[in-house]
C-alpha cells in the first residue's frame, strides 16, 4: 500500500504490469497505467456498471485459462465507453449480448432454439436453459423462461449483429429499458447458477 506504484492499480484500472515469480503469488516489479478511466471512480453509478461488467468477465473466467484477446478487447473497450458516454446504458447492454456470444452462449434470437421455425413479430419467450427466444407454442408453461416483447427482442437483434456505433442510433423506450436489463442479468445469473452481487448495488445508487 506504501509503493509508489499502488496508484497504477485502483480498480477498473487498464495497466501494463512486470511480475516477478516467486515461492508464493506474483511480485509486481513495475507499473504503468494505460488508461485510468477516471469517470468510473468519481460517480457511484458508474462505479456500479463498472463493477458489473467486471462481475461478468470474472464469472466467466478462470485462472488456469489461457488469454482471450477478444474479451479483453471488450472489457477495456466497454470500460471506456462507459466512462464517457452521457447515458452508459447502451454500452452495458452491448457488452452483455457480446460477452455471451465470446464466451460461447450466443442466443438464438431469429429462430425458437426448440423447432427452429422463425420467430414472428410477436411477444416470444426467451430461456437461458434453451439457449435463446422460444416462440408461444414452444415456450408457454416451460420452467425457466421469461416473456420478451417485440420492442425487447428487436433490441437485442440489433446489438448482436451491430457495431457499437450503430447500436447507438437506438432509442429504446423507458419500459423496454427496463425489460431488458432485467431480463439479461436474469439470464446471466441461470447461467452462473448464482445471484449476481452487482444489480442490487446499482439499483440502490439510483434510489
Known amino acids: 500500500m ?14 501494463s504490469l512486470q511480475l516477478a515469480m516467486g515461492r ?9 497505467t494505460i488508461d485510468a478511466y477516471q469517470p468510473l471512480r468519481e460517480d457511484l453509478l458508474l462505479t456500479g456498471y463498472a ?9 466467466f473466467s478462470y485462472e488456469e485459462e489461457g488469454e482471450n484477446p477478444a474479451i479483453f478487447k471488450l472489457l477495456t473497450d466497454s470500460l471506456a ?9 447502451m454500452g452495458v447492454r452491448y457488452y452483455e449480448i457480446n ?20 420467430i414472428k413479430p410477436e411477444v416470444q419467450f426467451i ?14 408453461g416451460l420452467p425457466g423462461t421469461w416473456k420478451i416483447s417485440i420492442d425487447a427482442l428487436k433490441t437485442l437483434r440489433h446489438l ?26 436474469a439470464y446471466f445469473s441461470y447461467l452462473f447458477e448464482r445471484k449476481l452481487n452487482t444489480p442490487d448495488f446499482i439499483s440502490n445508487v439510483r434510489n
Not at 2 to 15: D, N, Q, T
Not at 51 to 59: A, T
Not at 127 to 137: D, F, I, K, R
Request: with cysteine; hydrophobic share 30%; proline share 9%.
Open 160 to 185: 448482436q449483429r451491430s457495431t457499437y456505433n450503430v447500436s447507438m442510433r437506438l432509442k429504446p423506450s423507458p419500459q423496454t429499458r427496463k425489460e431488458l436489463e432485467t431480463l439479461m442479468q
Open 51 to 59: 463493477s458489473y461488467i467486471i462481475e461478468l468477465v470474472d464469472r
Open 24 to 32: 508464493g503469488p506474483f511480485i509486481v516489479t513495475d507499473a504503468e
Open 127 to 140: 430461456s437461458p436453459l434453451h439457449g435463446g427466444v422460444l416462440c408461444p407454442q414452444c415456450g408457454q
Open 2 to 15: 506504501r509503493s509508489r506504484k499502488a496508484g497504477h492499480v485502483e480498480p477498473f484500472m487498464h495497466v
Open 99 to 118: 460477452l455471451l456470444d465470446l464466451a460461447g452462449f450466443r442466443p438464438h434470437l431469429f429462430h425458437c432454439s426448440n423447432c427452429r421455425k422463425e
Open 81 to 89: 465507453r462507459i466512462a464517457s458516454s452521457p447515458d452508459p446504458w
